[in-house]
């Protein structure tokens, strides 16, 4: 019997099913999510969601009658807890056993745990689904005190929805700056300095050490022996990648689930998409584990054109975004590697460009409220097109045009 299981219910798993029937698929199509809620928008969750200014109703990818018109079986609250490849069943925490003739792993990331002493006293937060998210939400409001641990991503847009709502806001970050995995200390400069602007404090190079309750509510004691006292933490130390169904049926799995180009694992019948596979990538010549929509989007594509019987190859640019206040990131590429760095325009201006430059190639971007520059570098990147520092400097004409 023909048919497809999906397990995970995130914008890569609806991509996939919705793309499998555009190109022709007639048979069923299952997909199995842990949740209760249909497939949601997940990166509201630490912006328009917790400010207020995003609704839970309009949280939704699709709404029911679209799976019900492209038949298409959402089974919520159900988990997946075994793959078995020799029967091509998949056994589910509600005692079900789901036959595949293909299958579709996109379980995404599951938030890093904070380890230290005291963190028994309080339910530590993680931000990661809507249920985290509404969590989060009841506890902020006027005058409480929210302290973030991580001033990743998730850290940084948590702290500035949280200022929305008026509560003092306290990120504690390890590193000596913020974004520091994944940008220049140009962009993370500017965020140390947009975020202050608006009254968070941030403690660079600092850890916390313990924590313990007081008749205020919690106070964290720092690892340069400070204390900070709060009423909610919220943990965004990063991710692991959902591998256990994977490592357990004998997939390959090595800092997420192994595919090759076609999105399929060591077992040709299943695919991995999204955040929790490790895929090749033709322009960066190495394997990668990417977390973002675009990514989980296109893999969806190429996996579920090669189910159908179209070759596909995945080959995209990288490319992310993040909403802060009122200013808005978008990096394409990835700025590992690096042997320059080109900075068009002011930070001050909160419009500017940073370029990251080896070879005398454009190898990544970040783009501060310049969406047409953004769109120029993709297709910069993408063709391998030599670049001079003149051509960025030159502020008389667009950076991409000859000098």
Known sequence: MESIVIIGAGHSAVEAALTLRKKGWEHDICILSQESALPYQRPQ?????????????????????????????????????????SRRIIETSKNENIPYSHLII?????????????SHLLDVNYLRSLDDAKKIKSKLAAGRRLLVIGAGYIGLELAASATKLNCKVTVVEAEERVLARVTSEVVSTFYQNLHRAHGVEIKLNTNIQTIHKVSSGFEAIMS???????DTIVVGIGVLPNTQLAEESGLVCSNGIVVNERAQTSDPLIYAIGDCSNHPNEFYQKQIRLESIPNALEQARVAAANICGSPSSYNSIPWFWSNQYNVKLQTVGLSEGYEEIVVRGTPADNVFCVFYLKDKRLIAMDAINSSADFLKAKTHILNKNTITTAQLTETTKAWFEPV
């Not at 109703?57 to 793959?83: F, P, S, V, W």
């Not at 996109?106 to 005291?118: D, H, K, V, Y």
């Not at 340069?224 to 709060?230: C, L, R, S, V, Y």
């Open 45 to 85: 969750l630490s912006k328009g969601y917790i400010d207020g200014s995003v609704l839970e109703e309009k949280l939704a990818l699709k709404q029911r009658e679209l799976y019900n018109k492209n038949n298409i079986e959402i089974k919520l609250g159900t988990k997946a807890i075994k793959i078995n490849r």
């Open 106 to 118: 996109a379980t995404g990331t599951r938030p890093r745990p904070l380890t230290i002493s005291g």
């Open 224 to 230: 340069d022996a400070t204390t900070i006292e709060f």
